[in-house]
């Protein structure tokens, strides 16, 4: 029998994003932030590639971004509504962590599994988050897909991509439960 985390799963069972609207100062200080990027990248990572970085966002760099998303939705065509979702986690925005995907050219390890490593990076970046007692969100949007926005913005490279931002801040409400999959549904056995 194994030696169960009690606690840890207990948590994992129970996690919740808090939506970054609702997201409030203070954020992690770079100390307080450190040991939830260490906790980020012990993740799954065939080949020991790093197919990953972190880009920090914080203070005026949220007013420079919220401006960029609107000028690049604007180039785009995007409708009202875009422009203003665009913006709006940067305008509300306290610290974020723009999780970068930067595969590595490997012949045993298809860019799919990078791919999967770096969503594996998001969560775990969640997840550390919300256990260190912060409150966390993972956005991402129509600019972390705009390849001007990612250039221009936060300077990556041609074969780089946003993956999402963690948003980390303090939780001013405790969101509501929201339904959650029904396991048996979604679950076969395999056994011959």
């Known amino acids: 029998m194994p030696d169960p985390n009690s606690q840890a ?3 994992l069972q129970a996690r919740r994003s808090r939506p970054a609207k609702t997201l409030q100062g203070p954020a992690p200080t770079r100390e307080e932030l450190l040991p939830l990027l260490t906790a980020a990248a ?3 990572d065939h080949g020991k590639l790093e197919p990953w970085r972190f880009v920090v966002i ?3 760099a949220f007013a420079r971004l919220a401006d960029l998303a609107e000028a690049r939705g604007k180039a785009l065509g995007k409708d009202e509504a875009a ?3 665009g913006r709006q986690q940067f305008d509300q925005g306290i610290l974020a962590v723009a999780v970068i995907e930067s595969p590595k050219e490997h012949p045993n390890v ?3 599994e990078q791919t999967y490593s770096t969503g594996a990076v998001c969560l775990s970046l969640l997840n550390a988050a919300l256990a260190a007692g912060w409150g966390a969100n993972w956005l ?3 600019p972390s897909h705009d390849r001007g926005f990612m250039t221009e913005g936060l300077g990556l490279a ?3 991509r946003i993956a999402g931002f963690i948003h980390i801040a303090t939780e001013k409400v405790v969101p509501p439960e929201r339904p959650r999959p029904d396991i048996e549904a979604i679950t076969s056995w395999v056994s011959a």
């Open 9 to 11: 799963l207990a948590f």
């Open 42 to 44: 012990r993740t799954p």
């Open 58 to 60: 914080e203070g005026a």
């Open 83 to 85: 422009l203003a979702k």
């Open 110 to 112: 298809p860019a799919l």
């Open 140 to 142: 991402s949007g129509w």
């Open 158 to 160: 041609d074969h780089e």
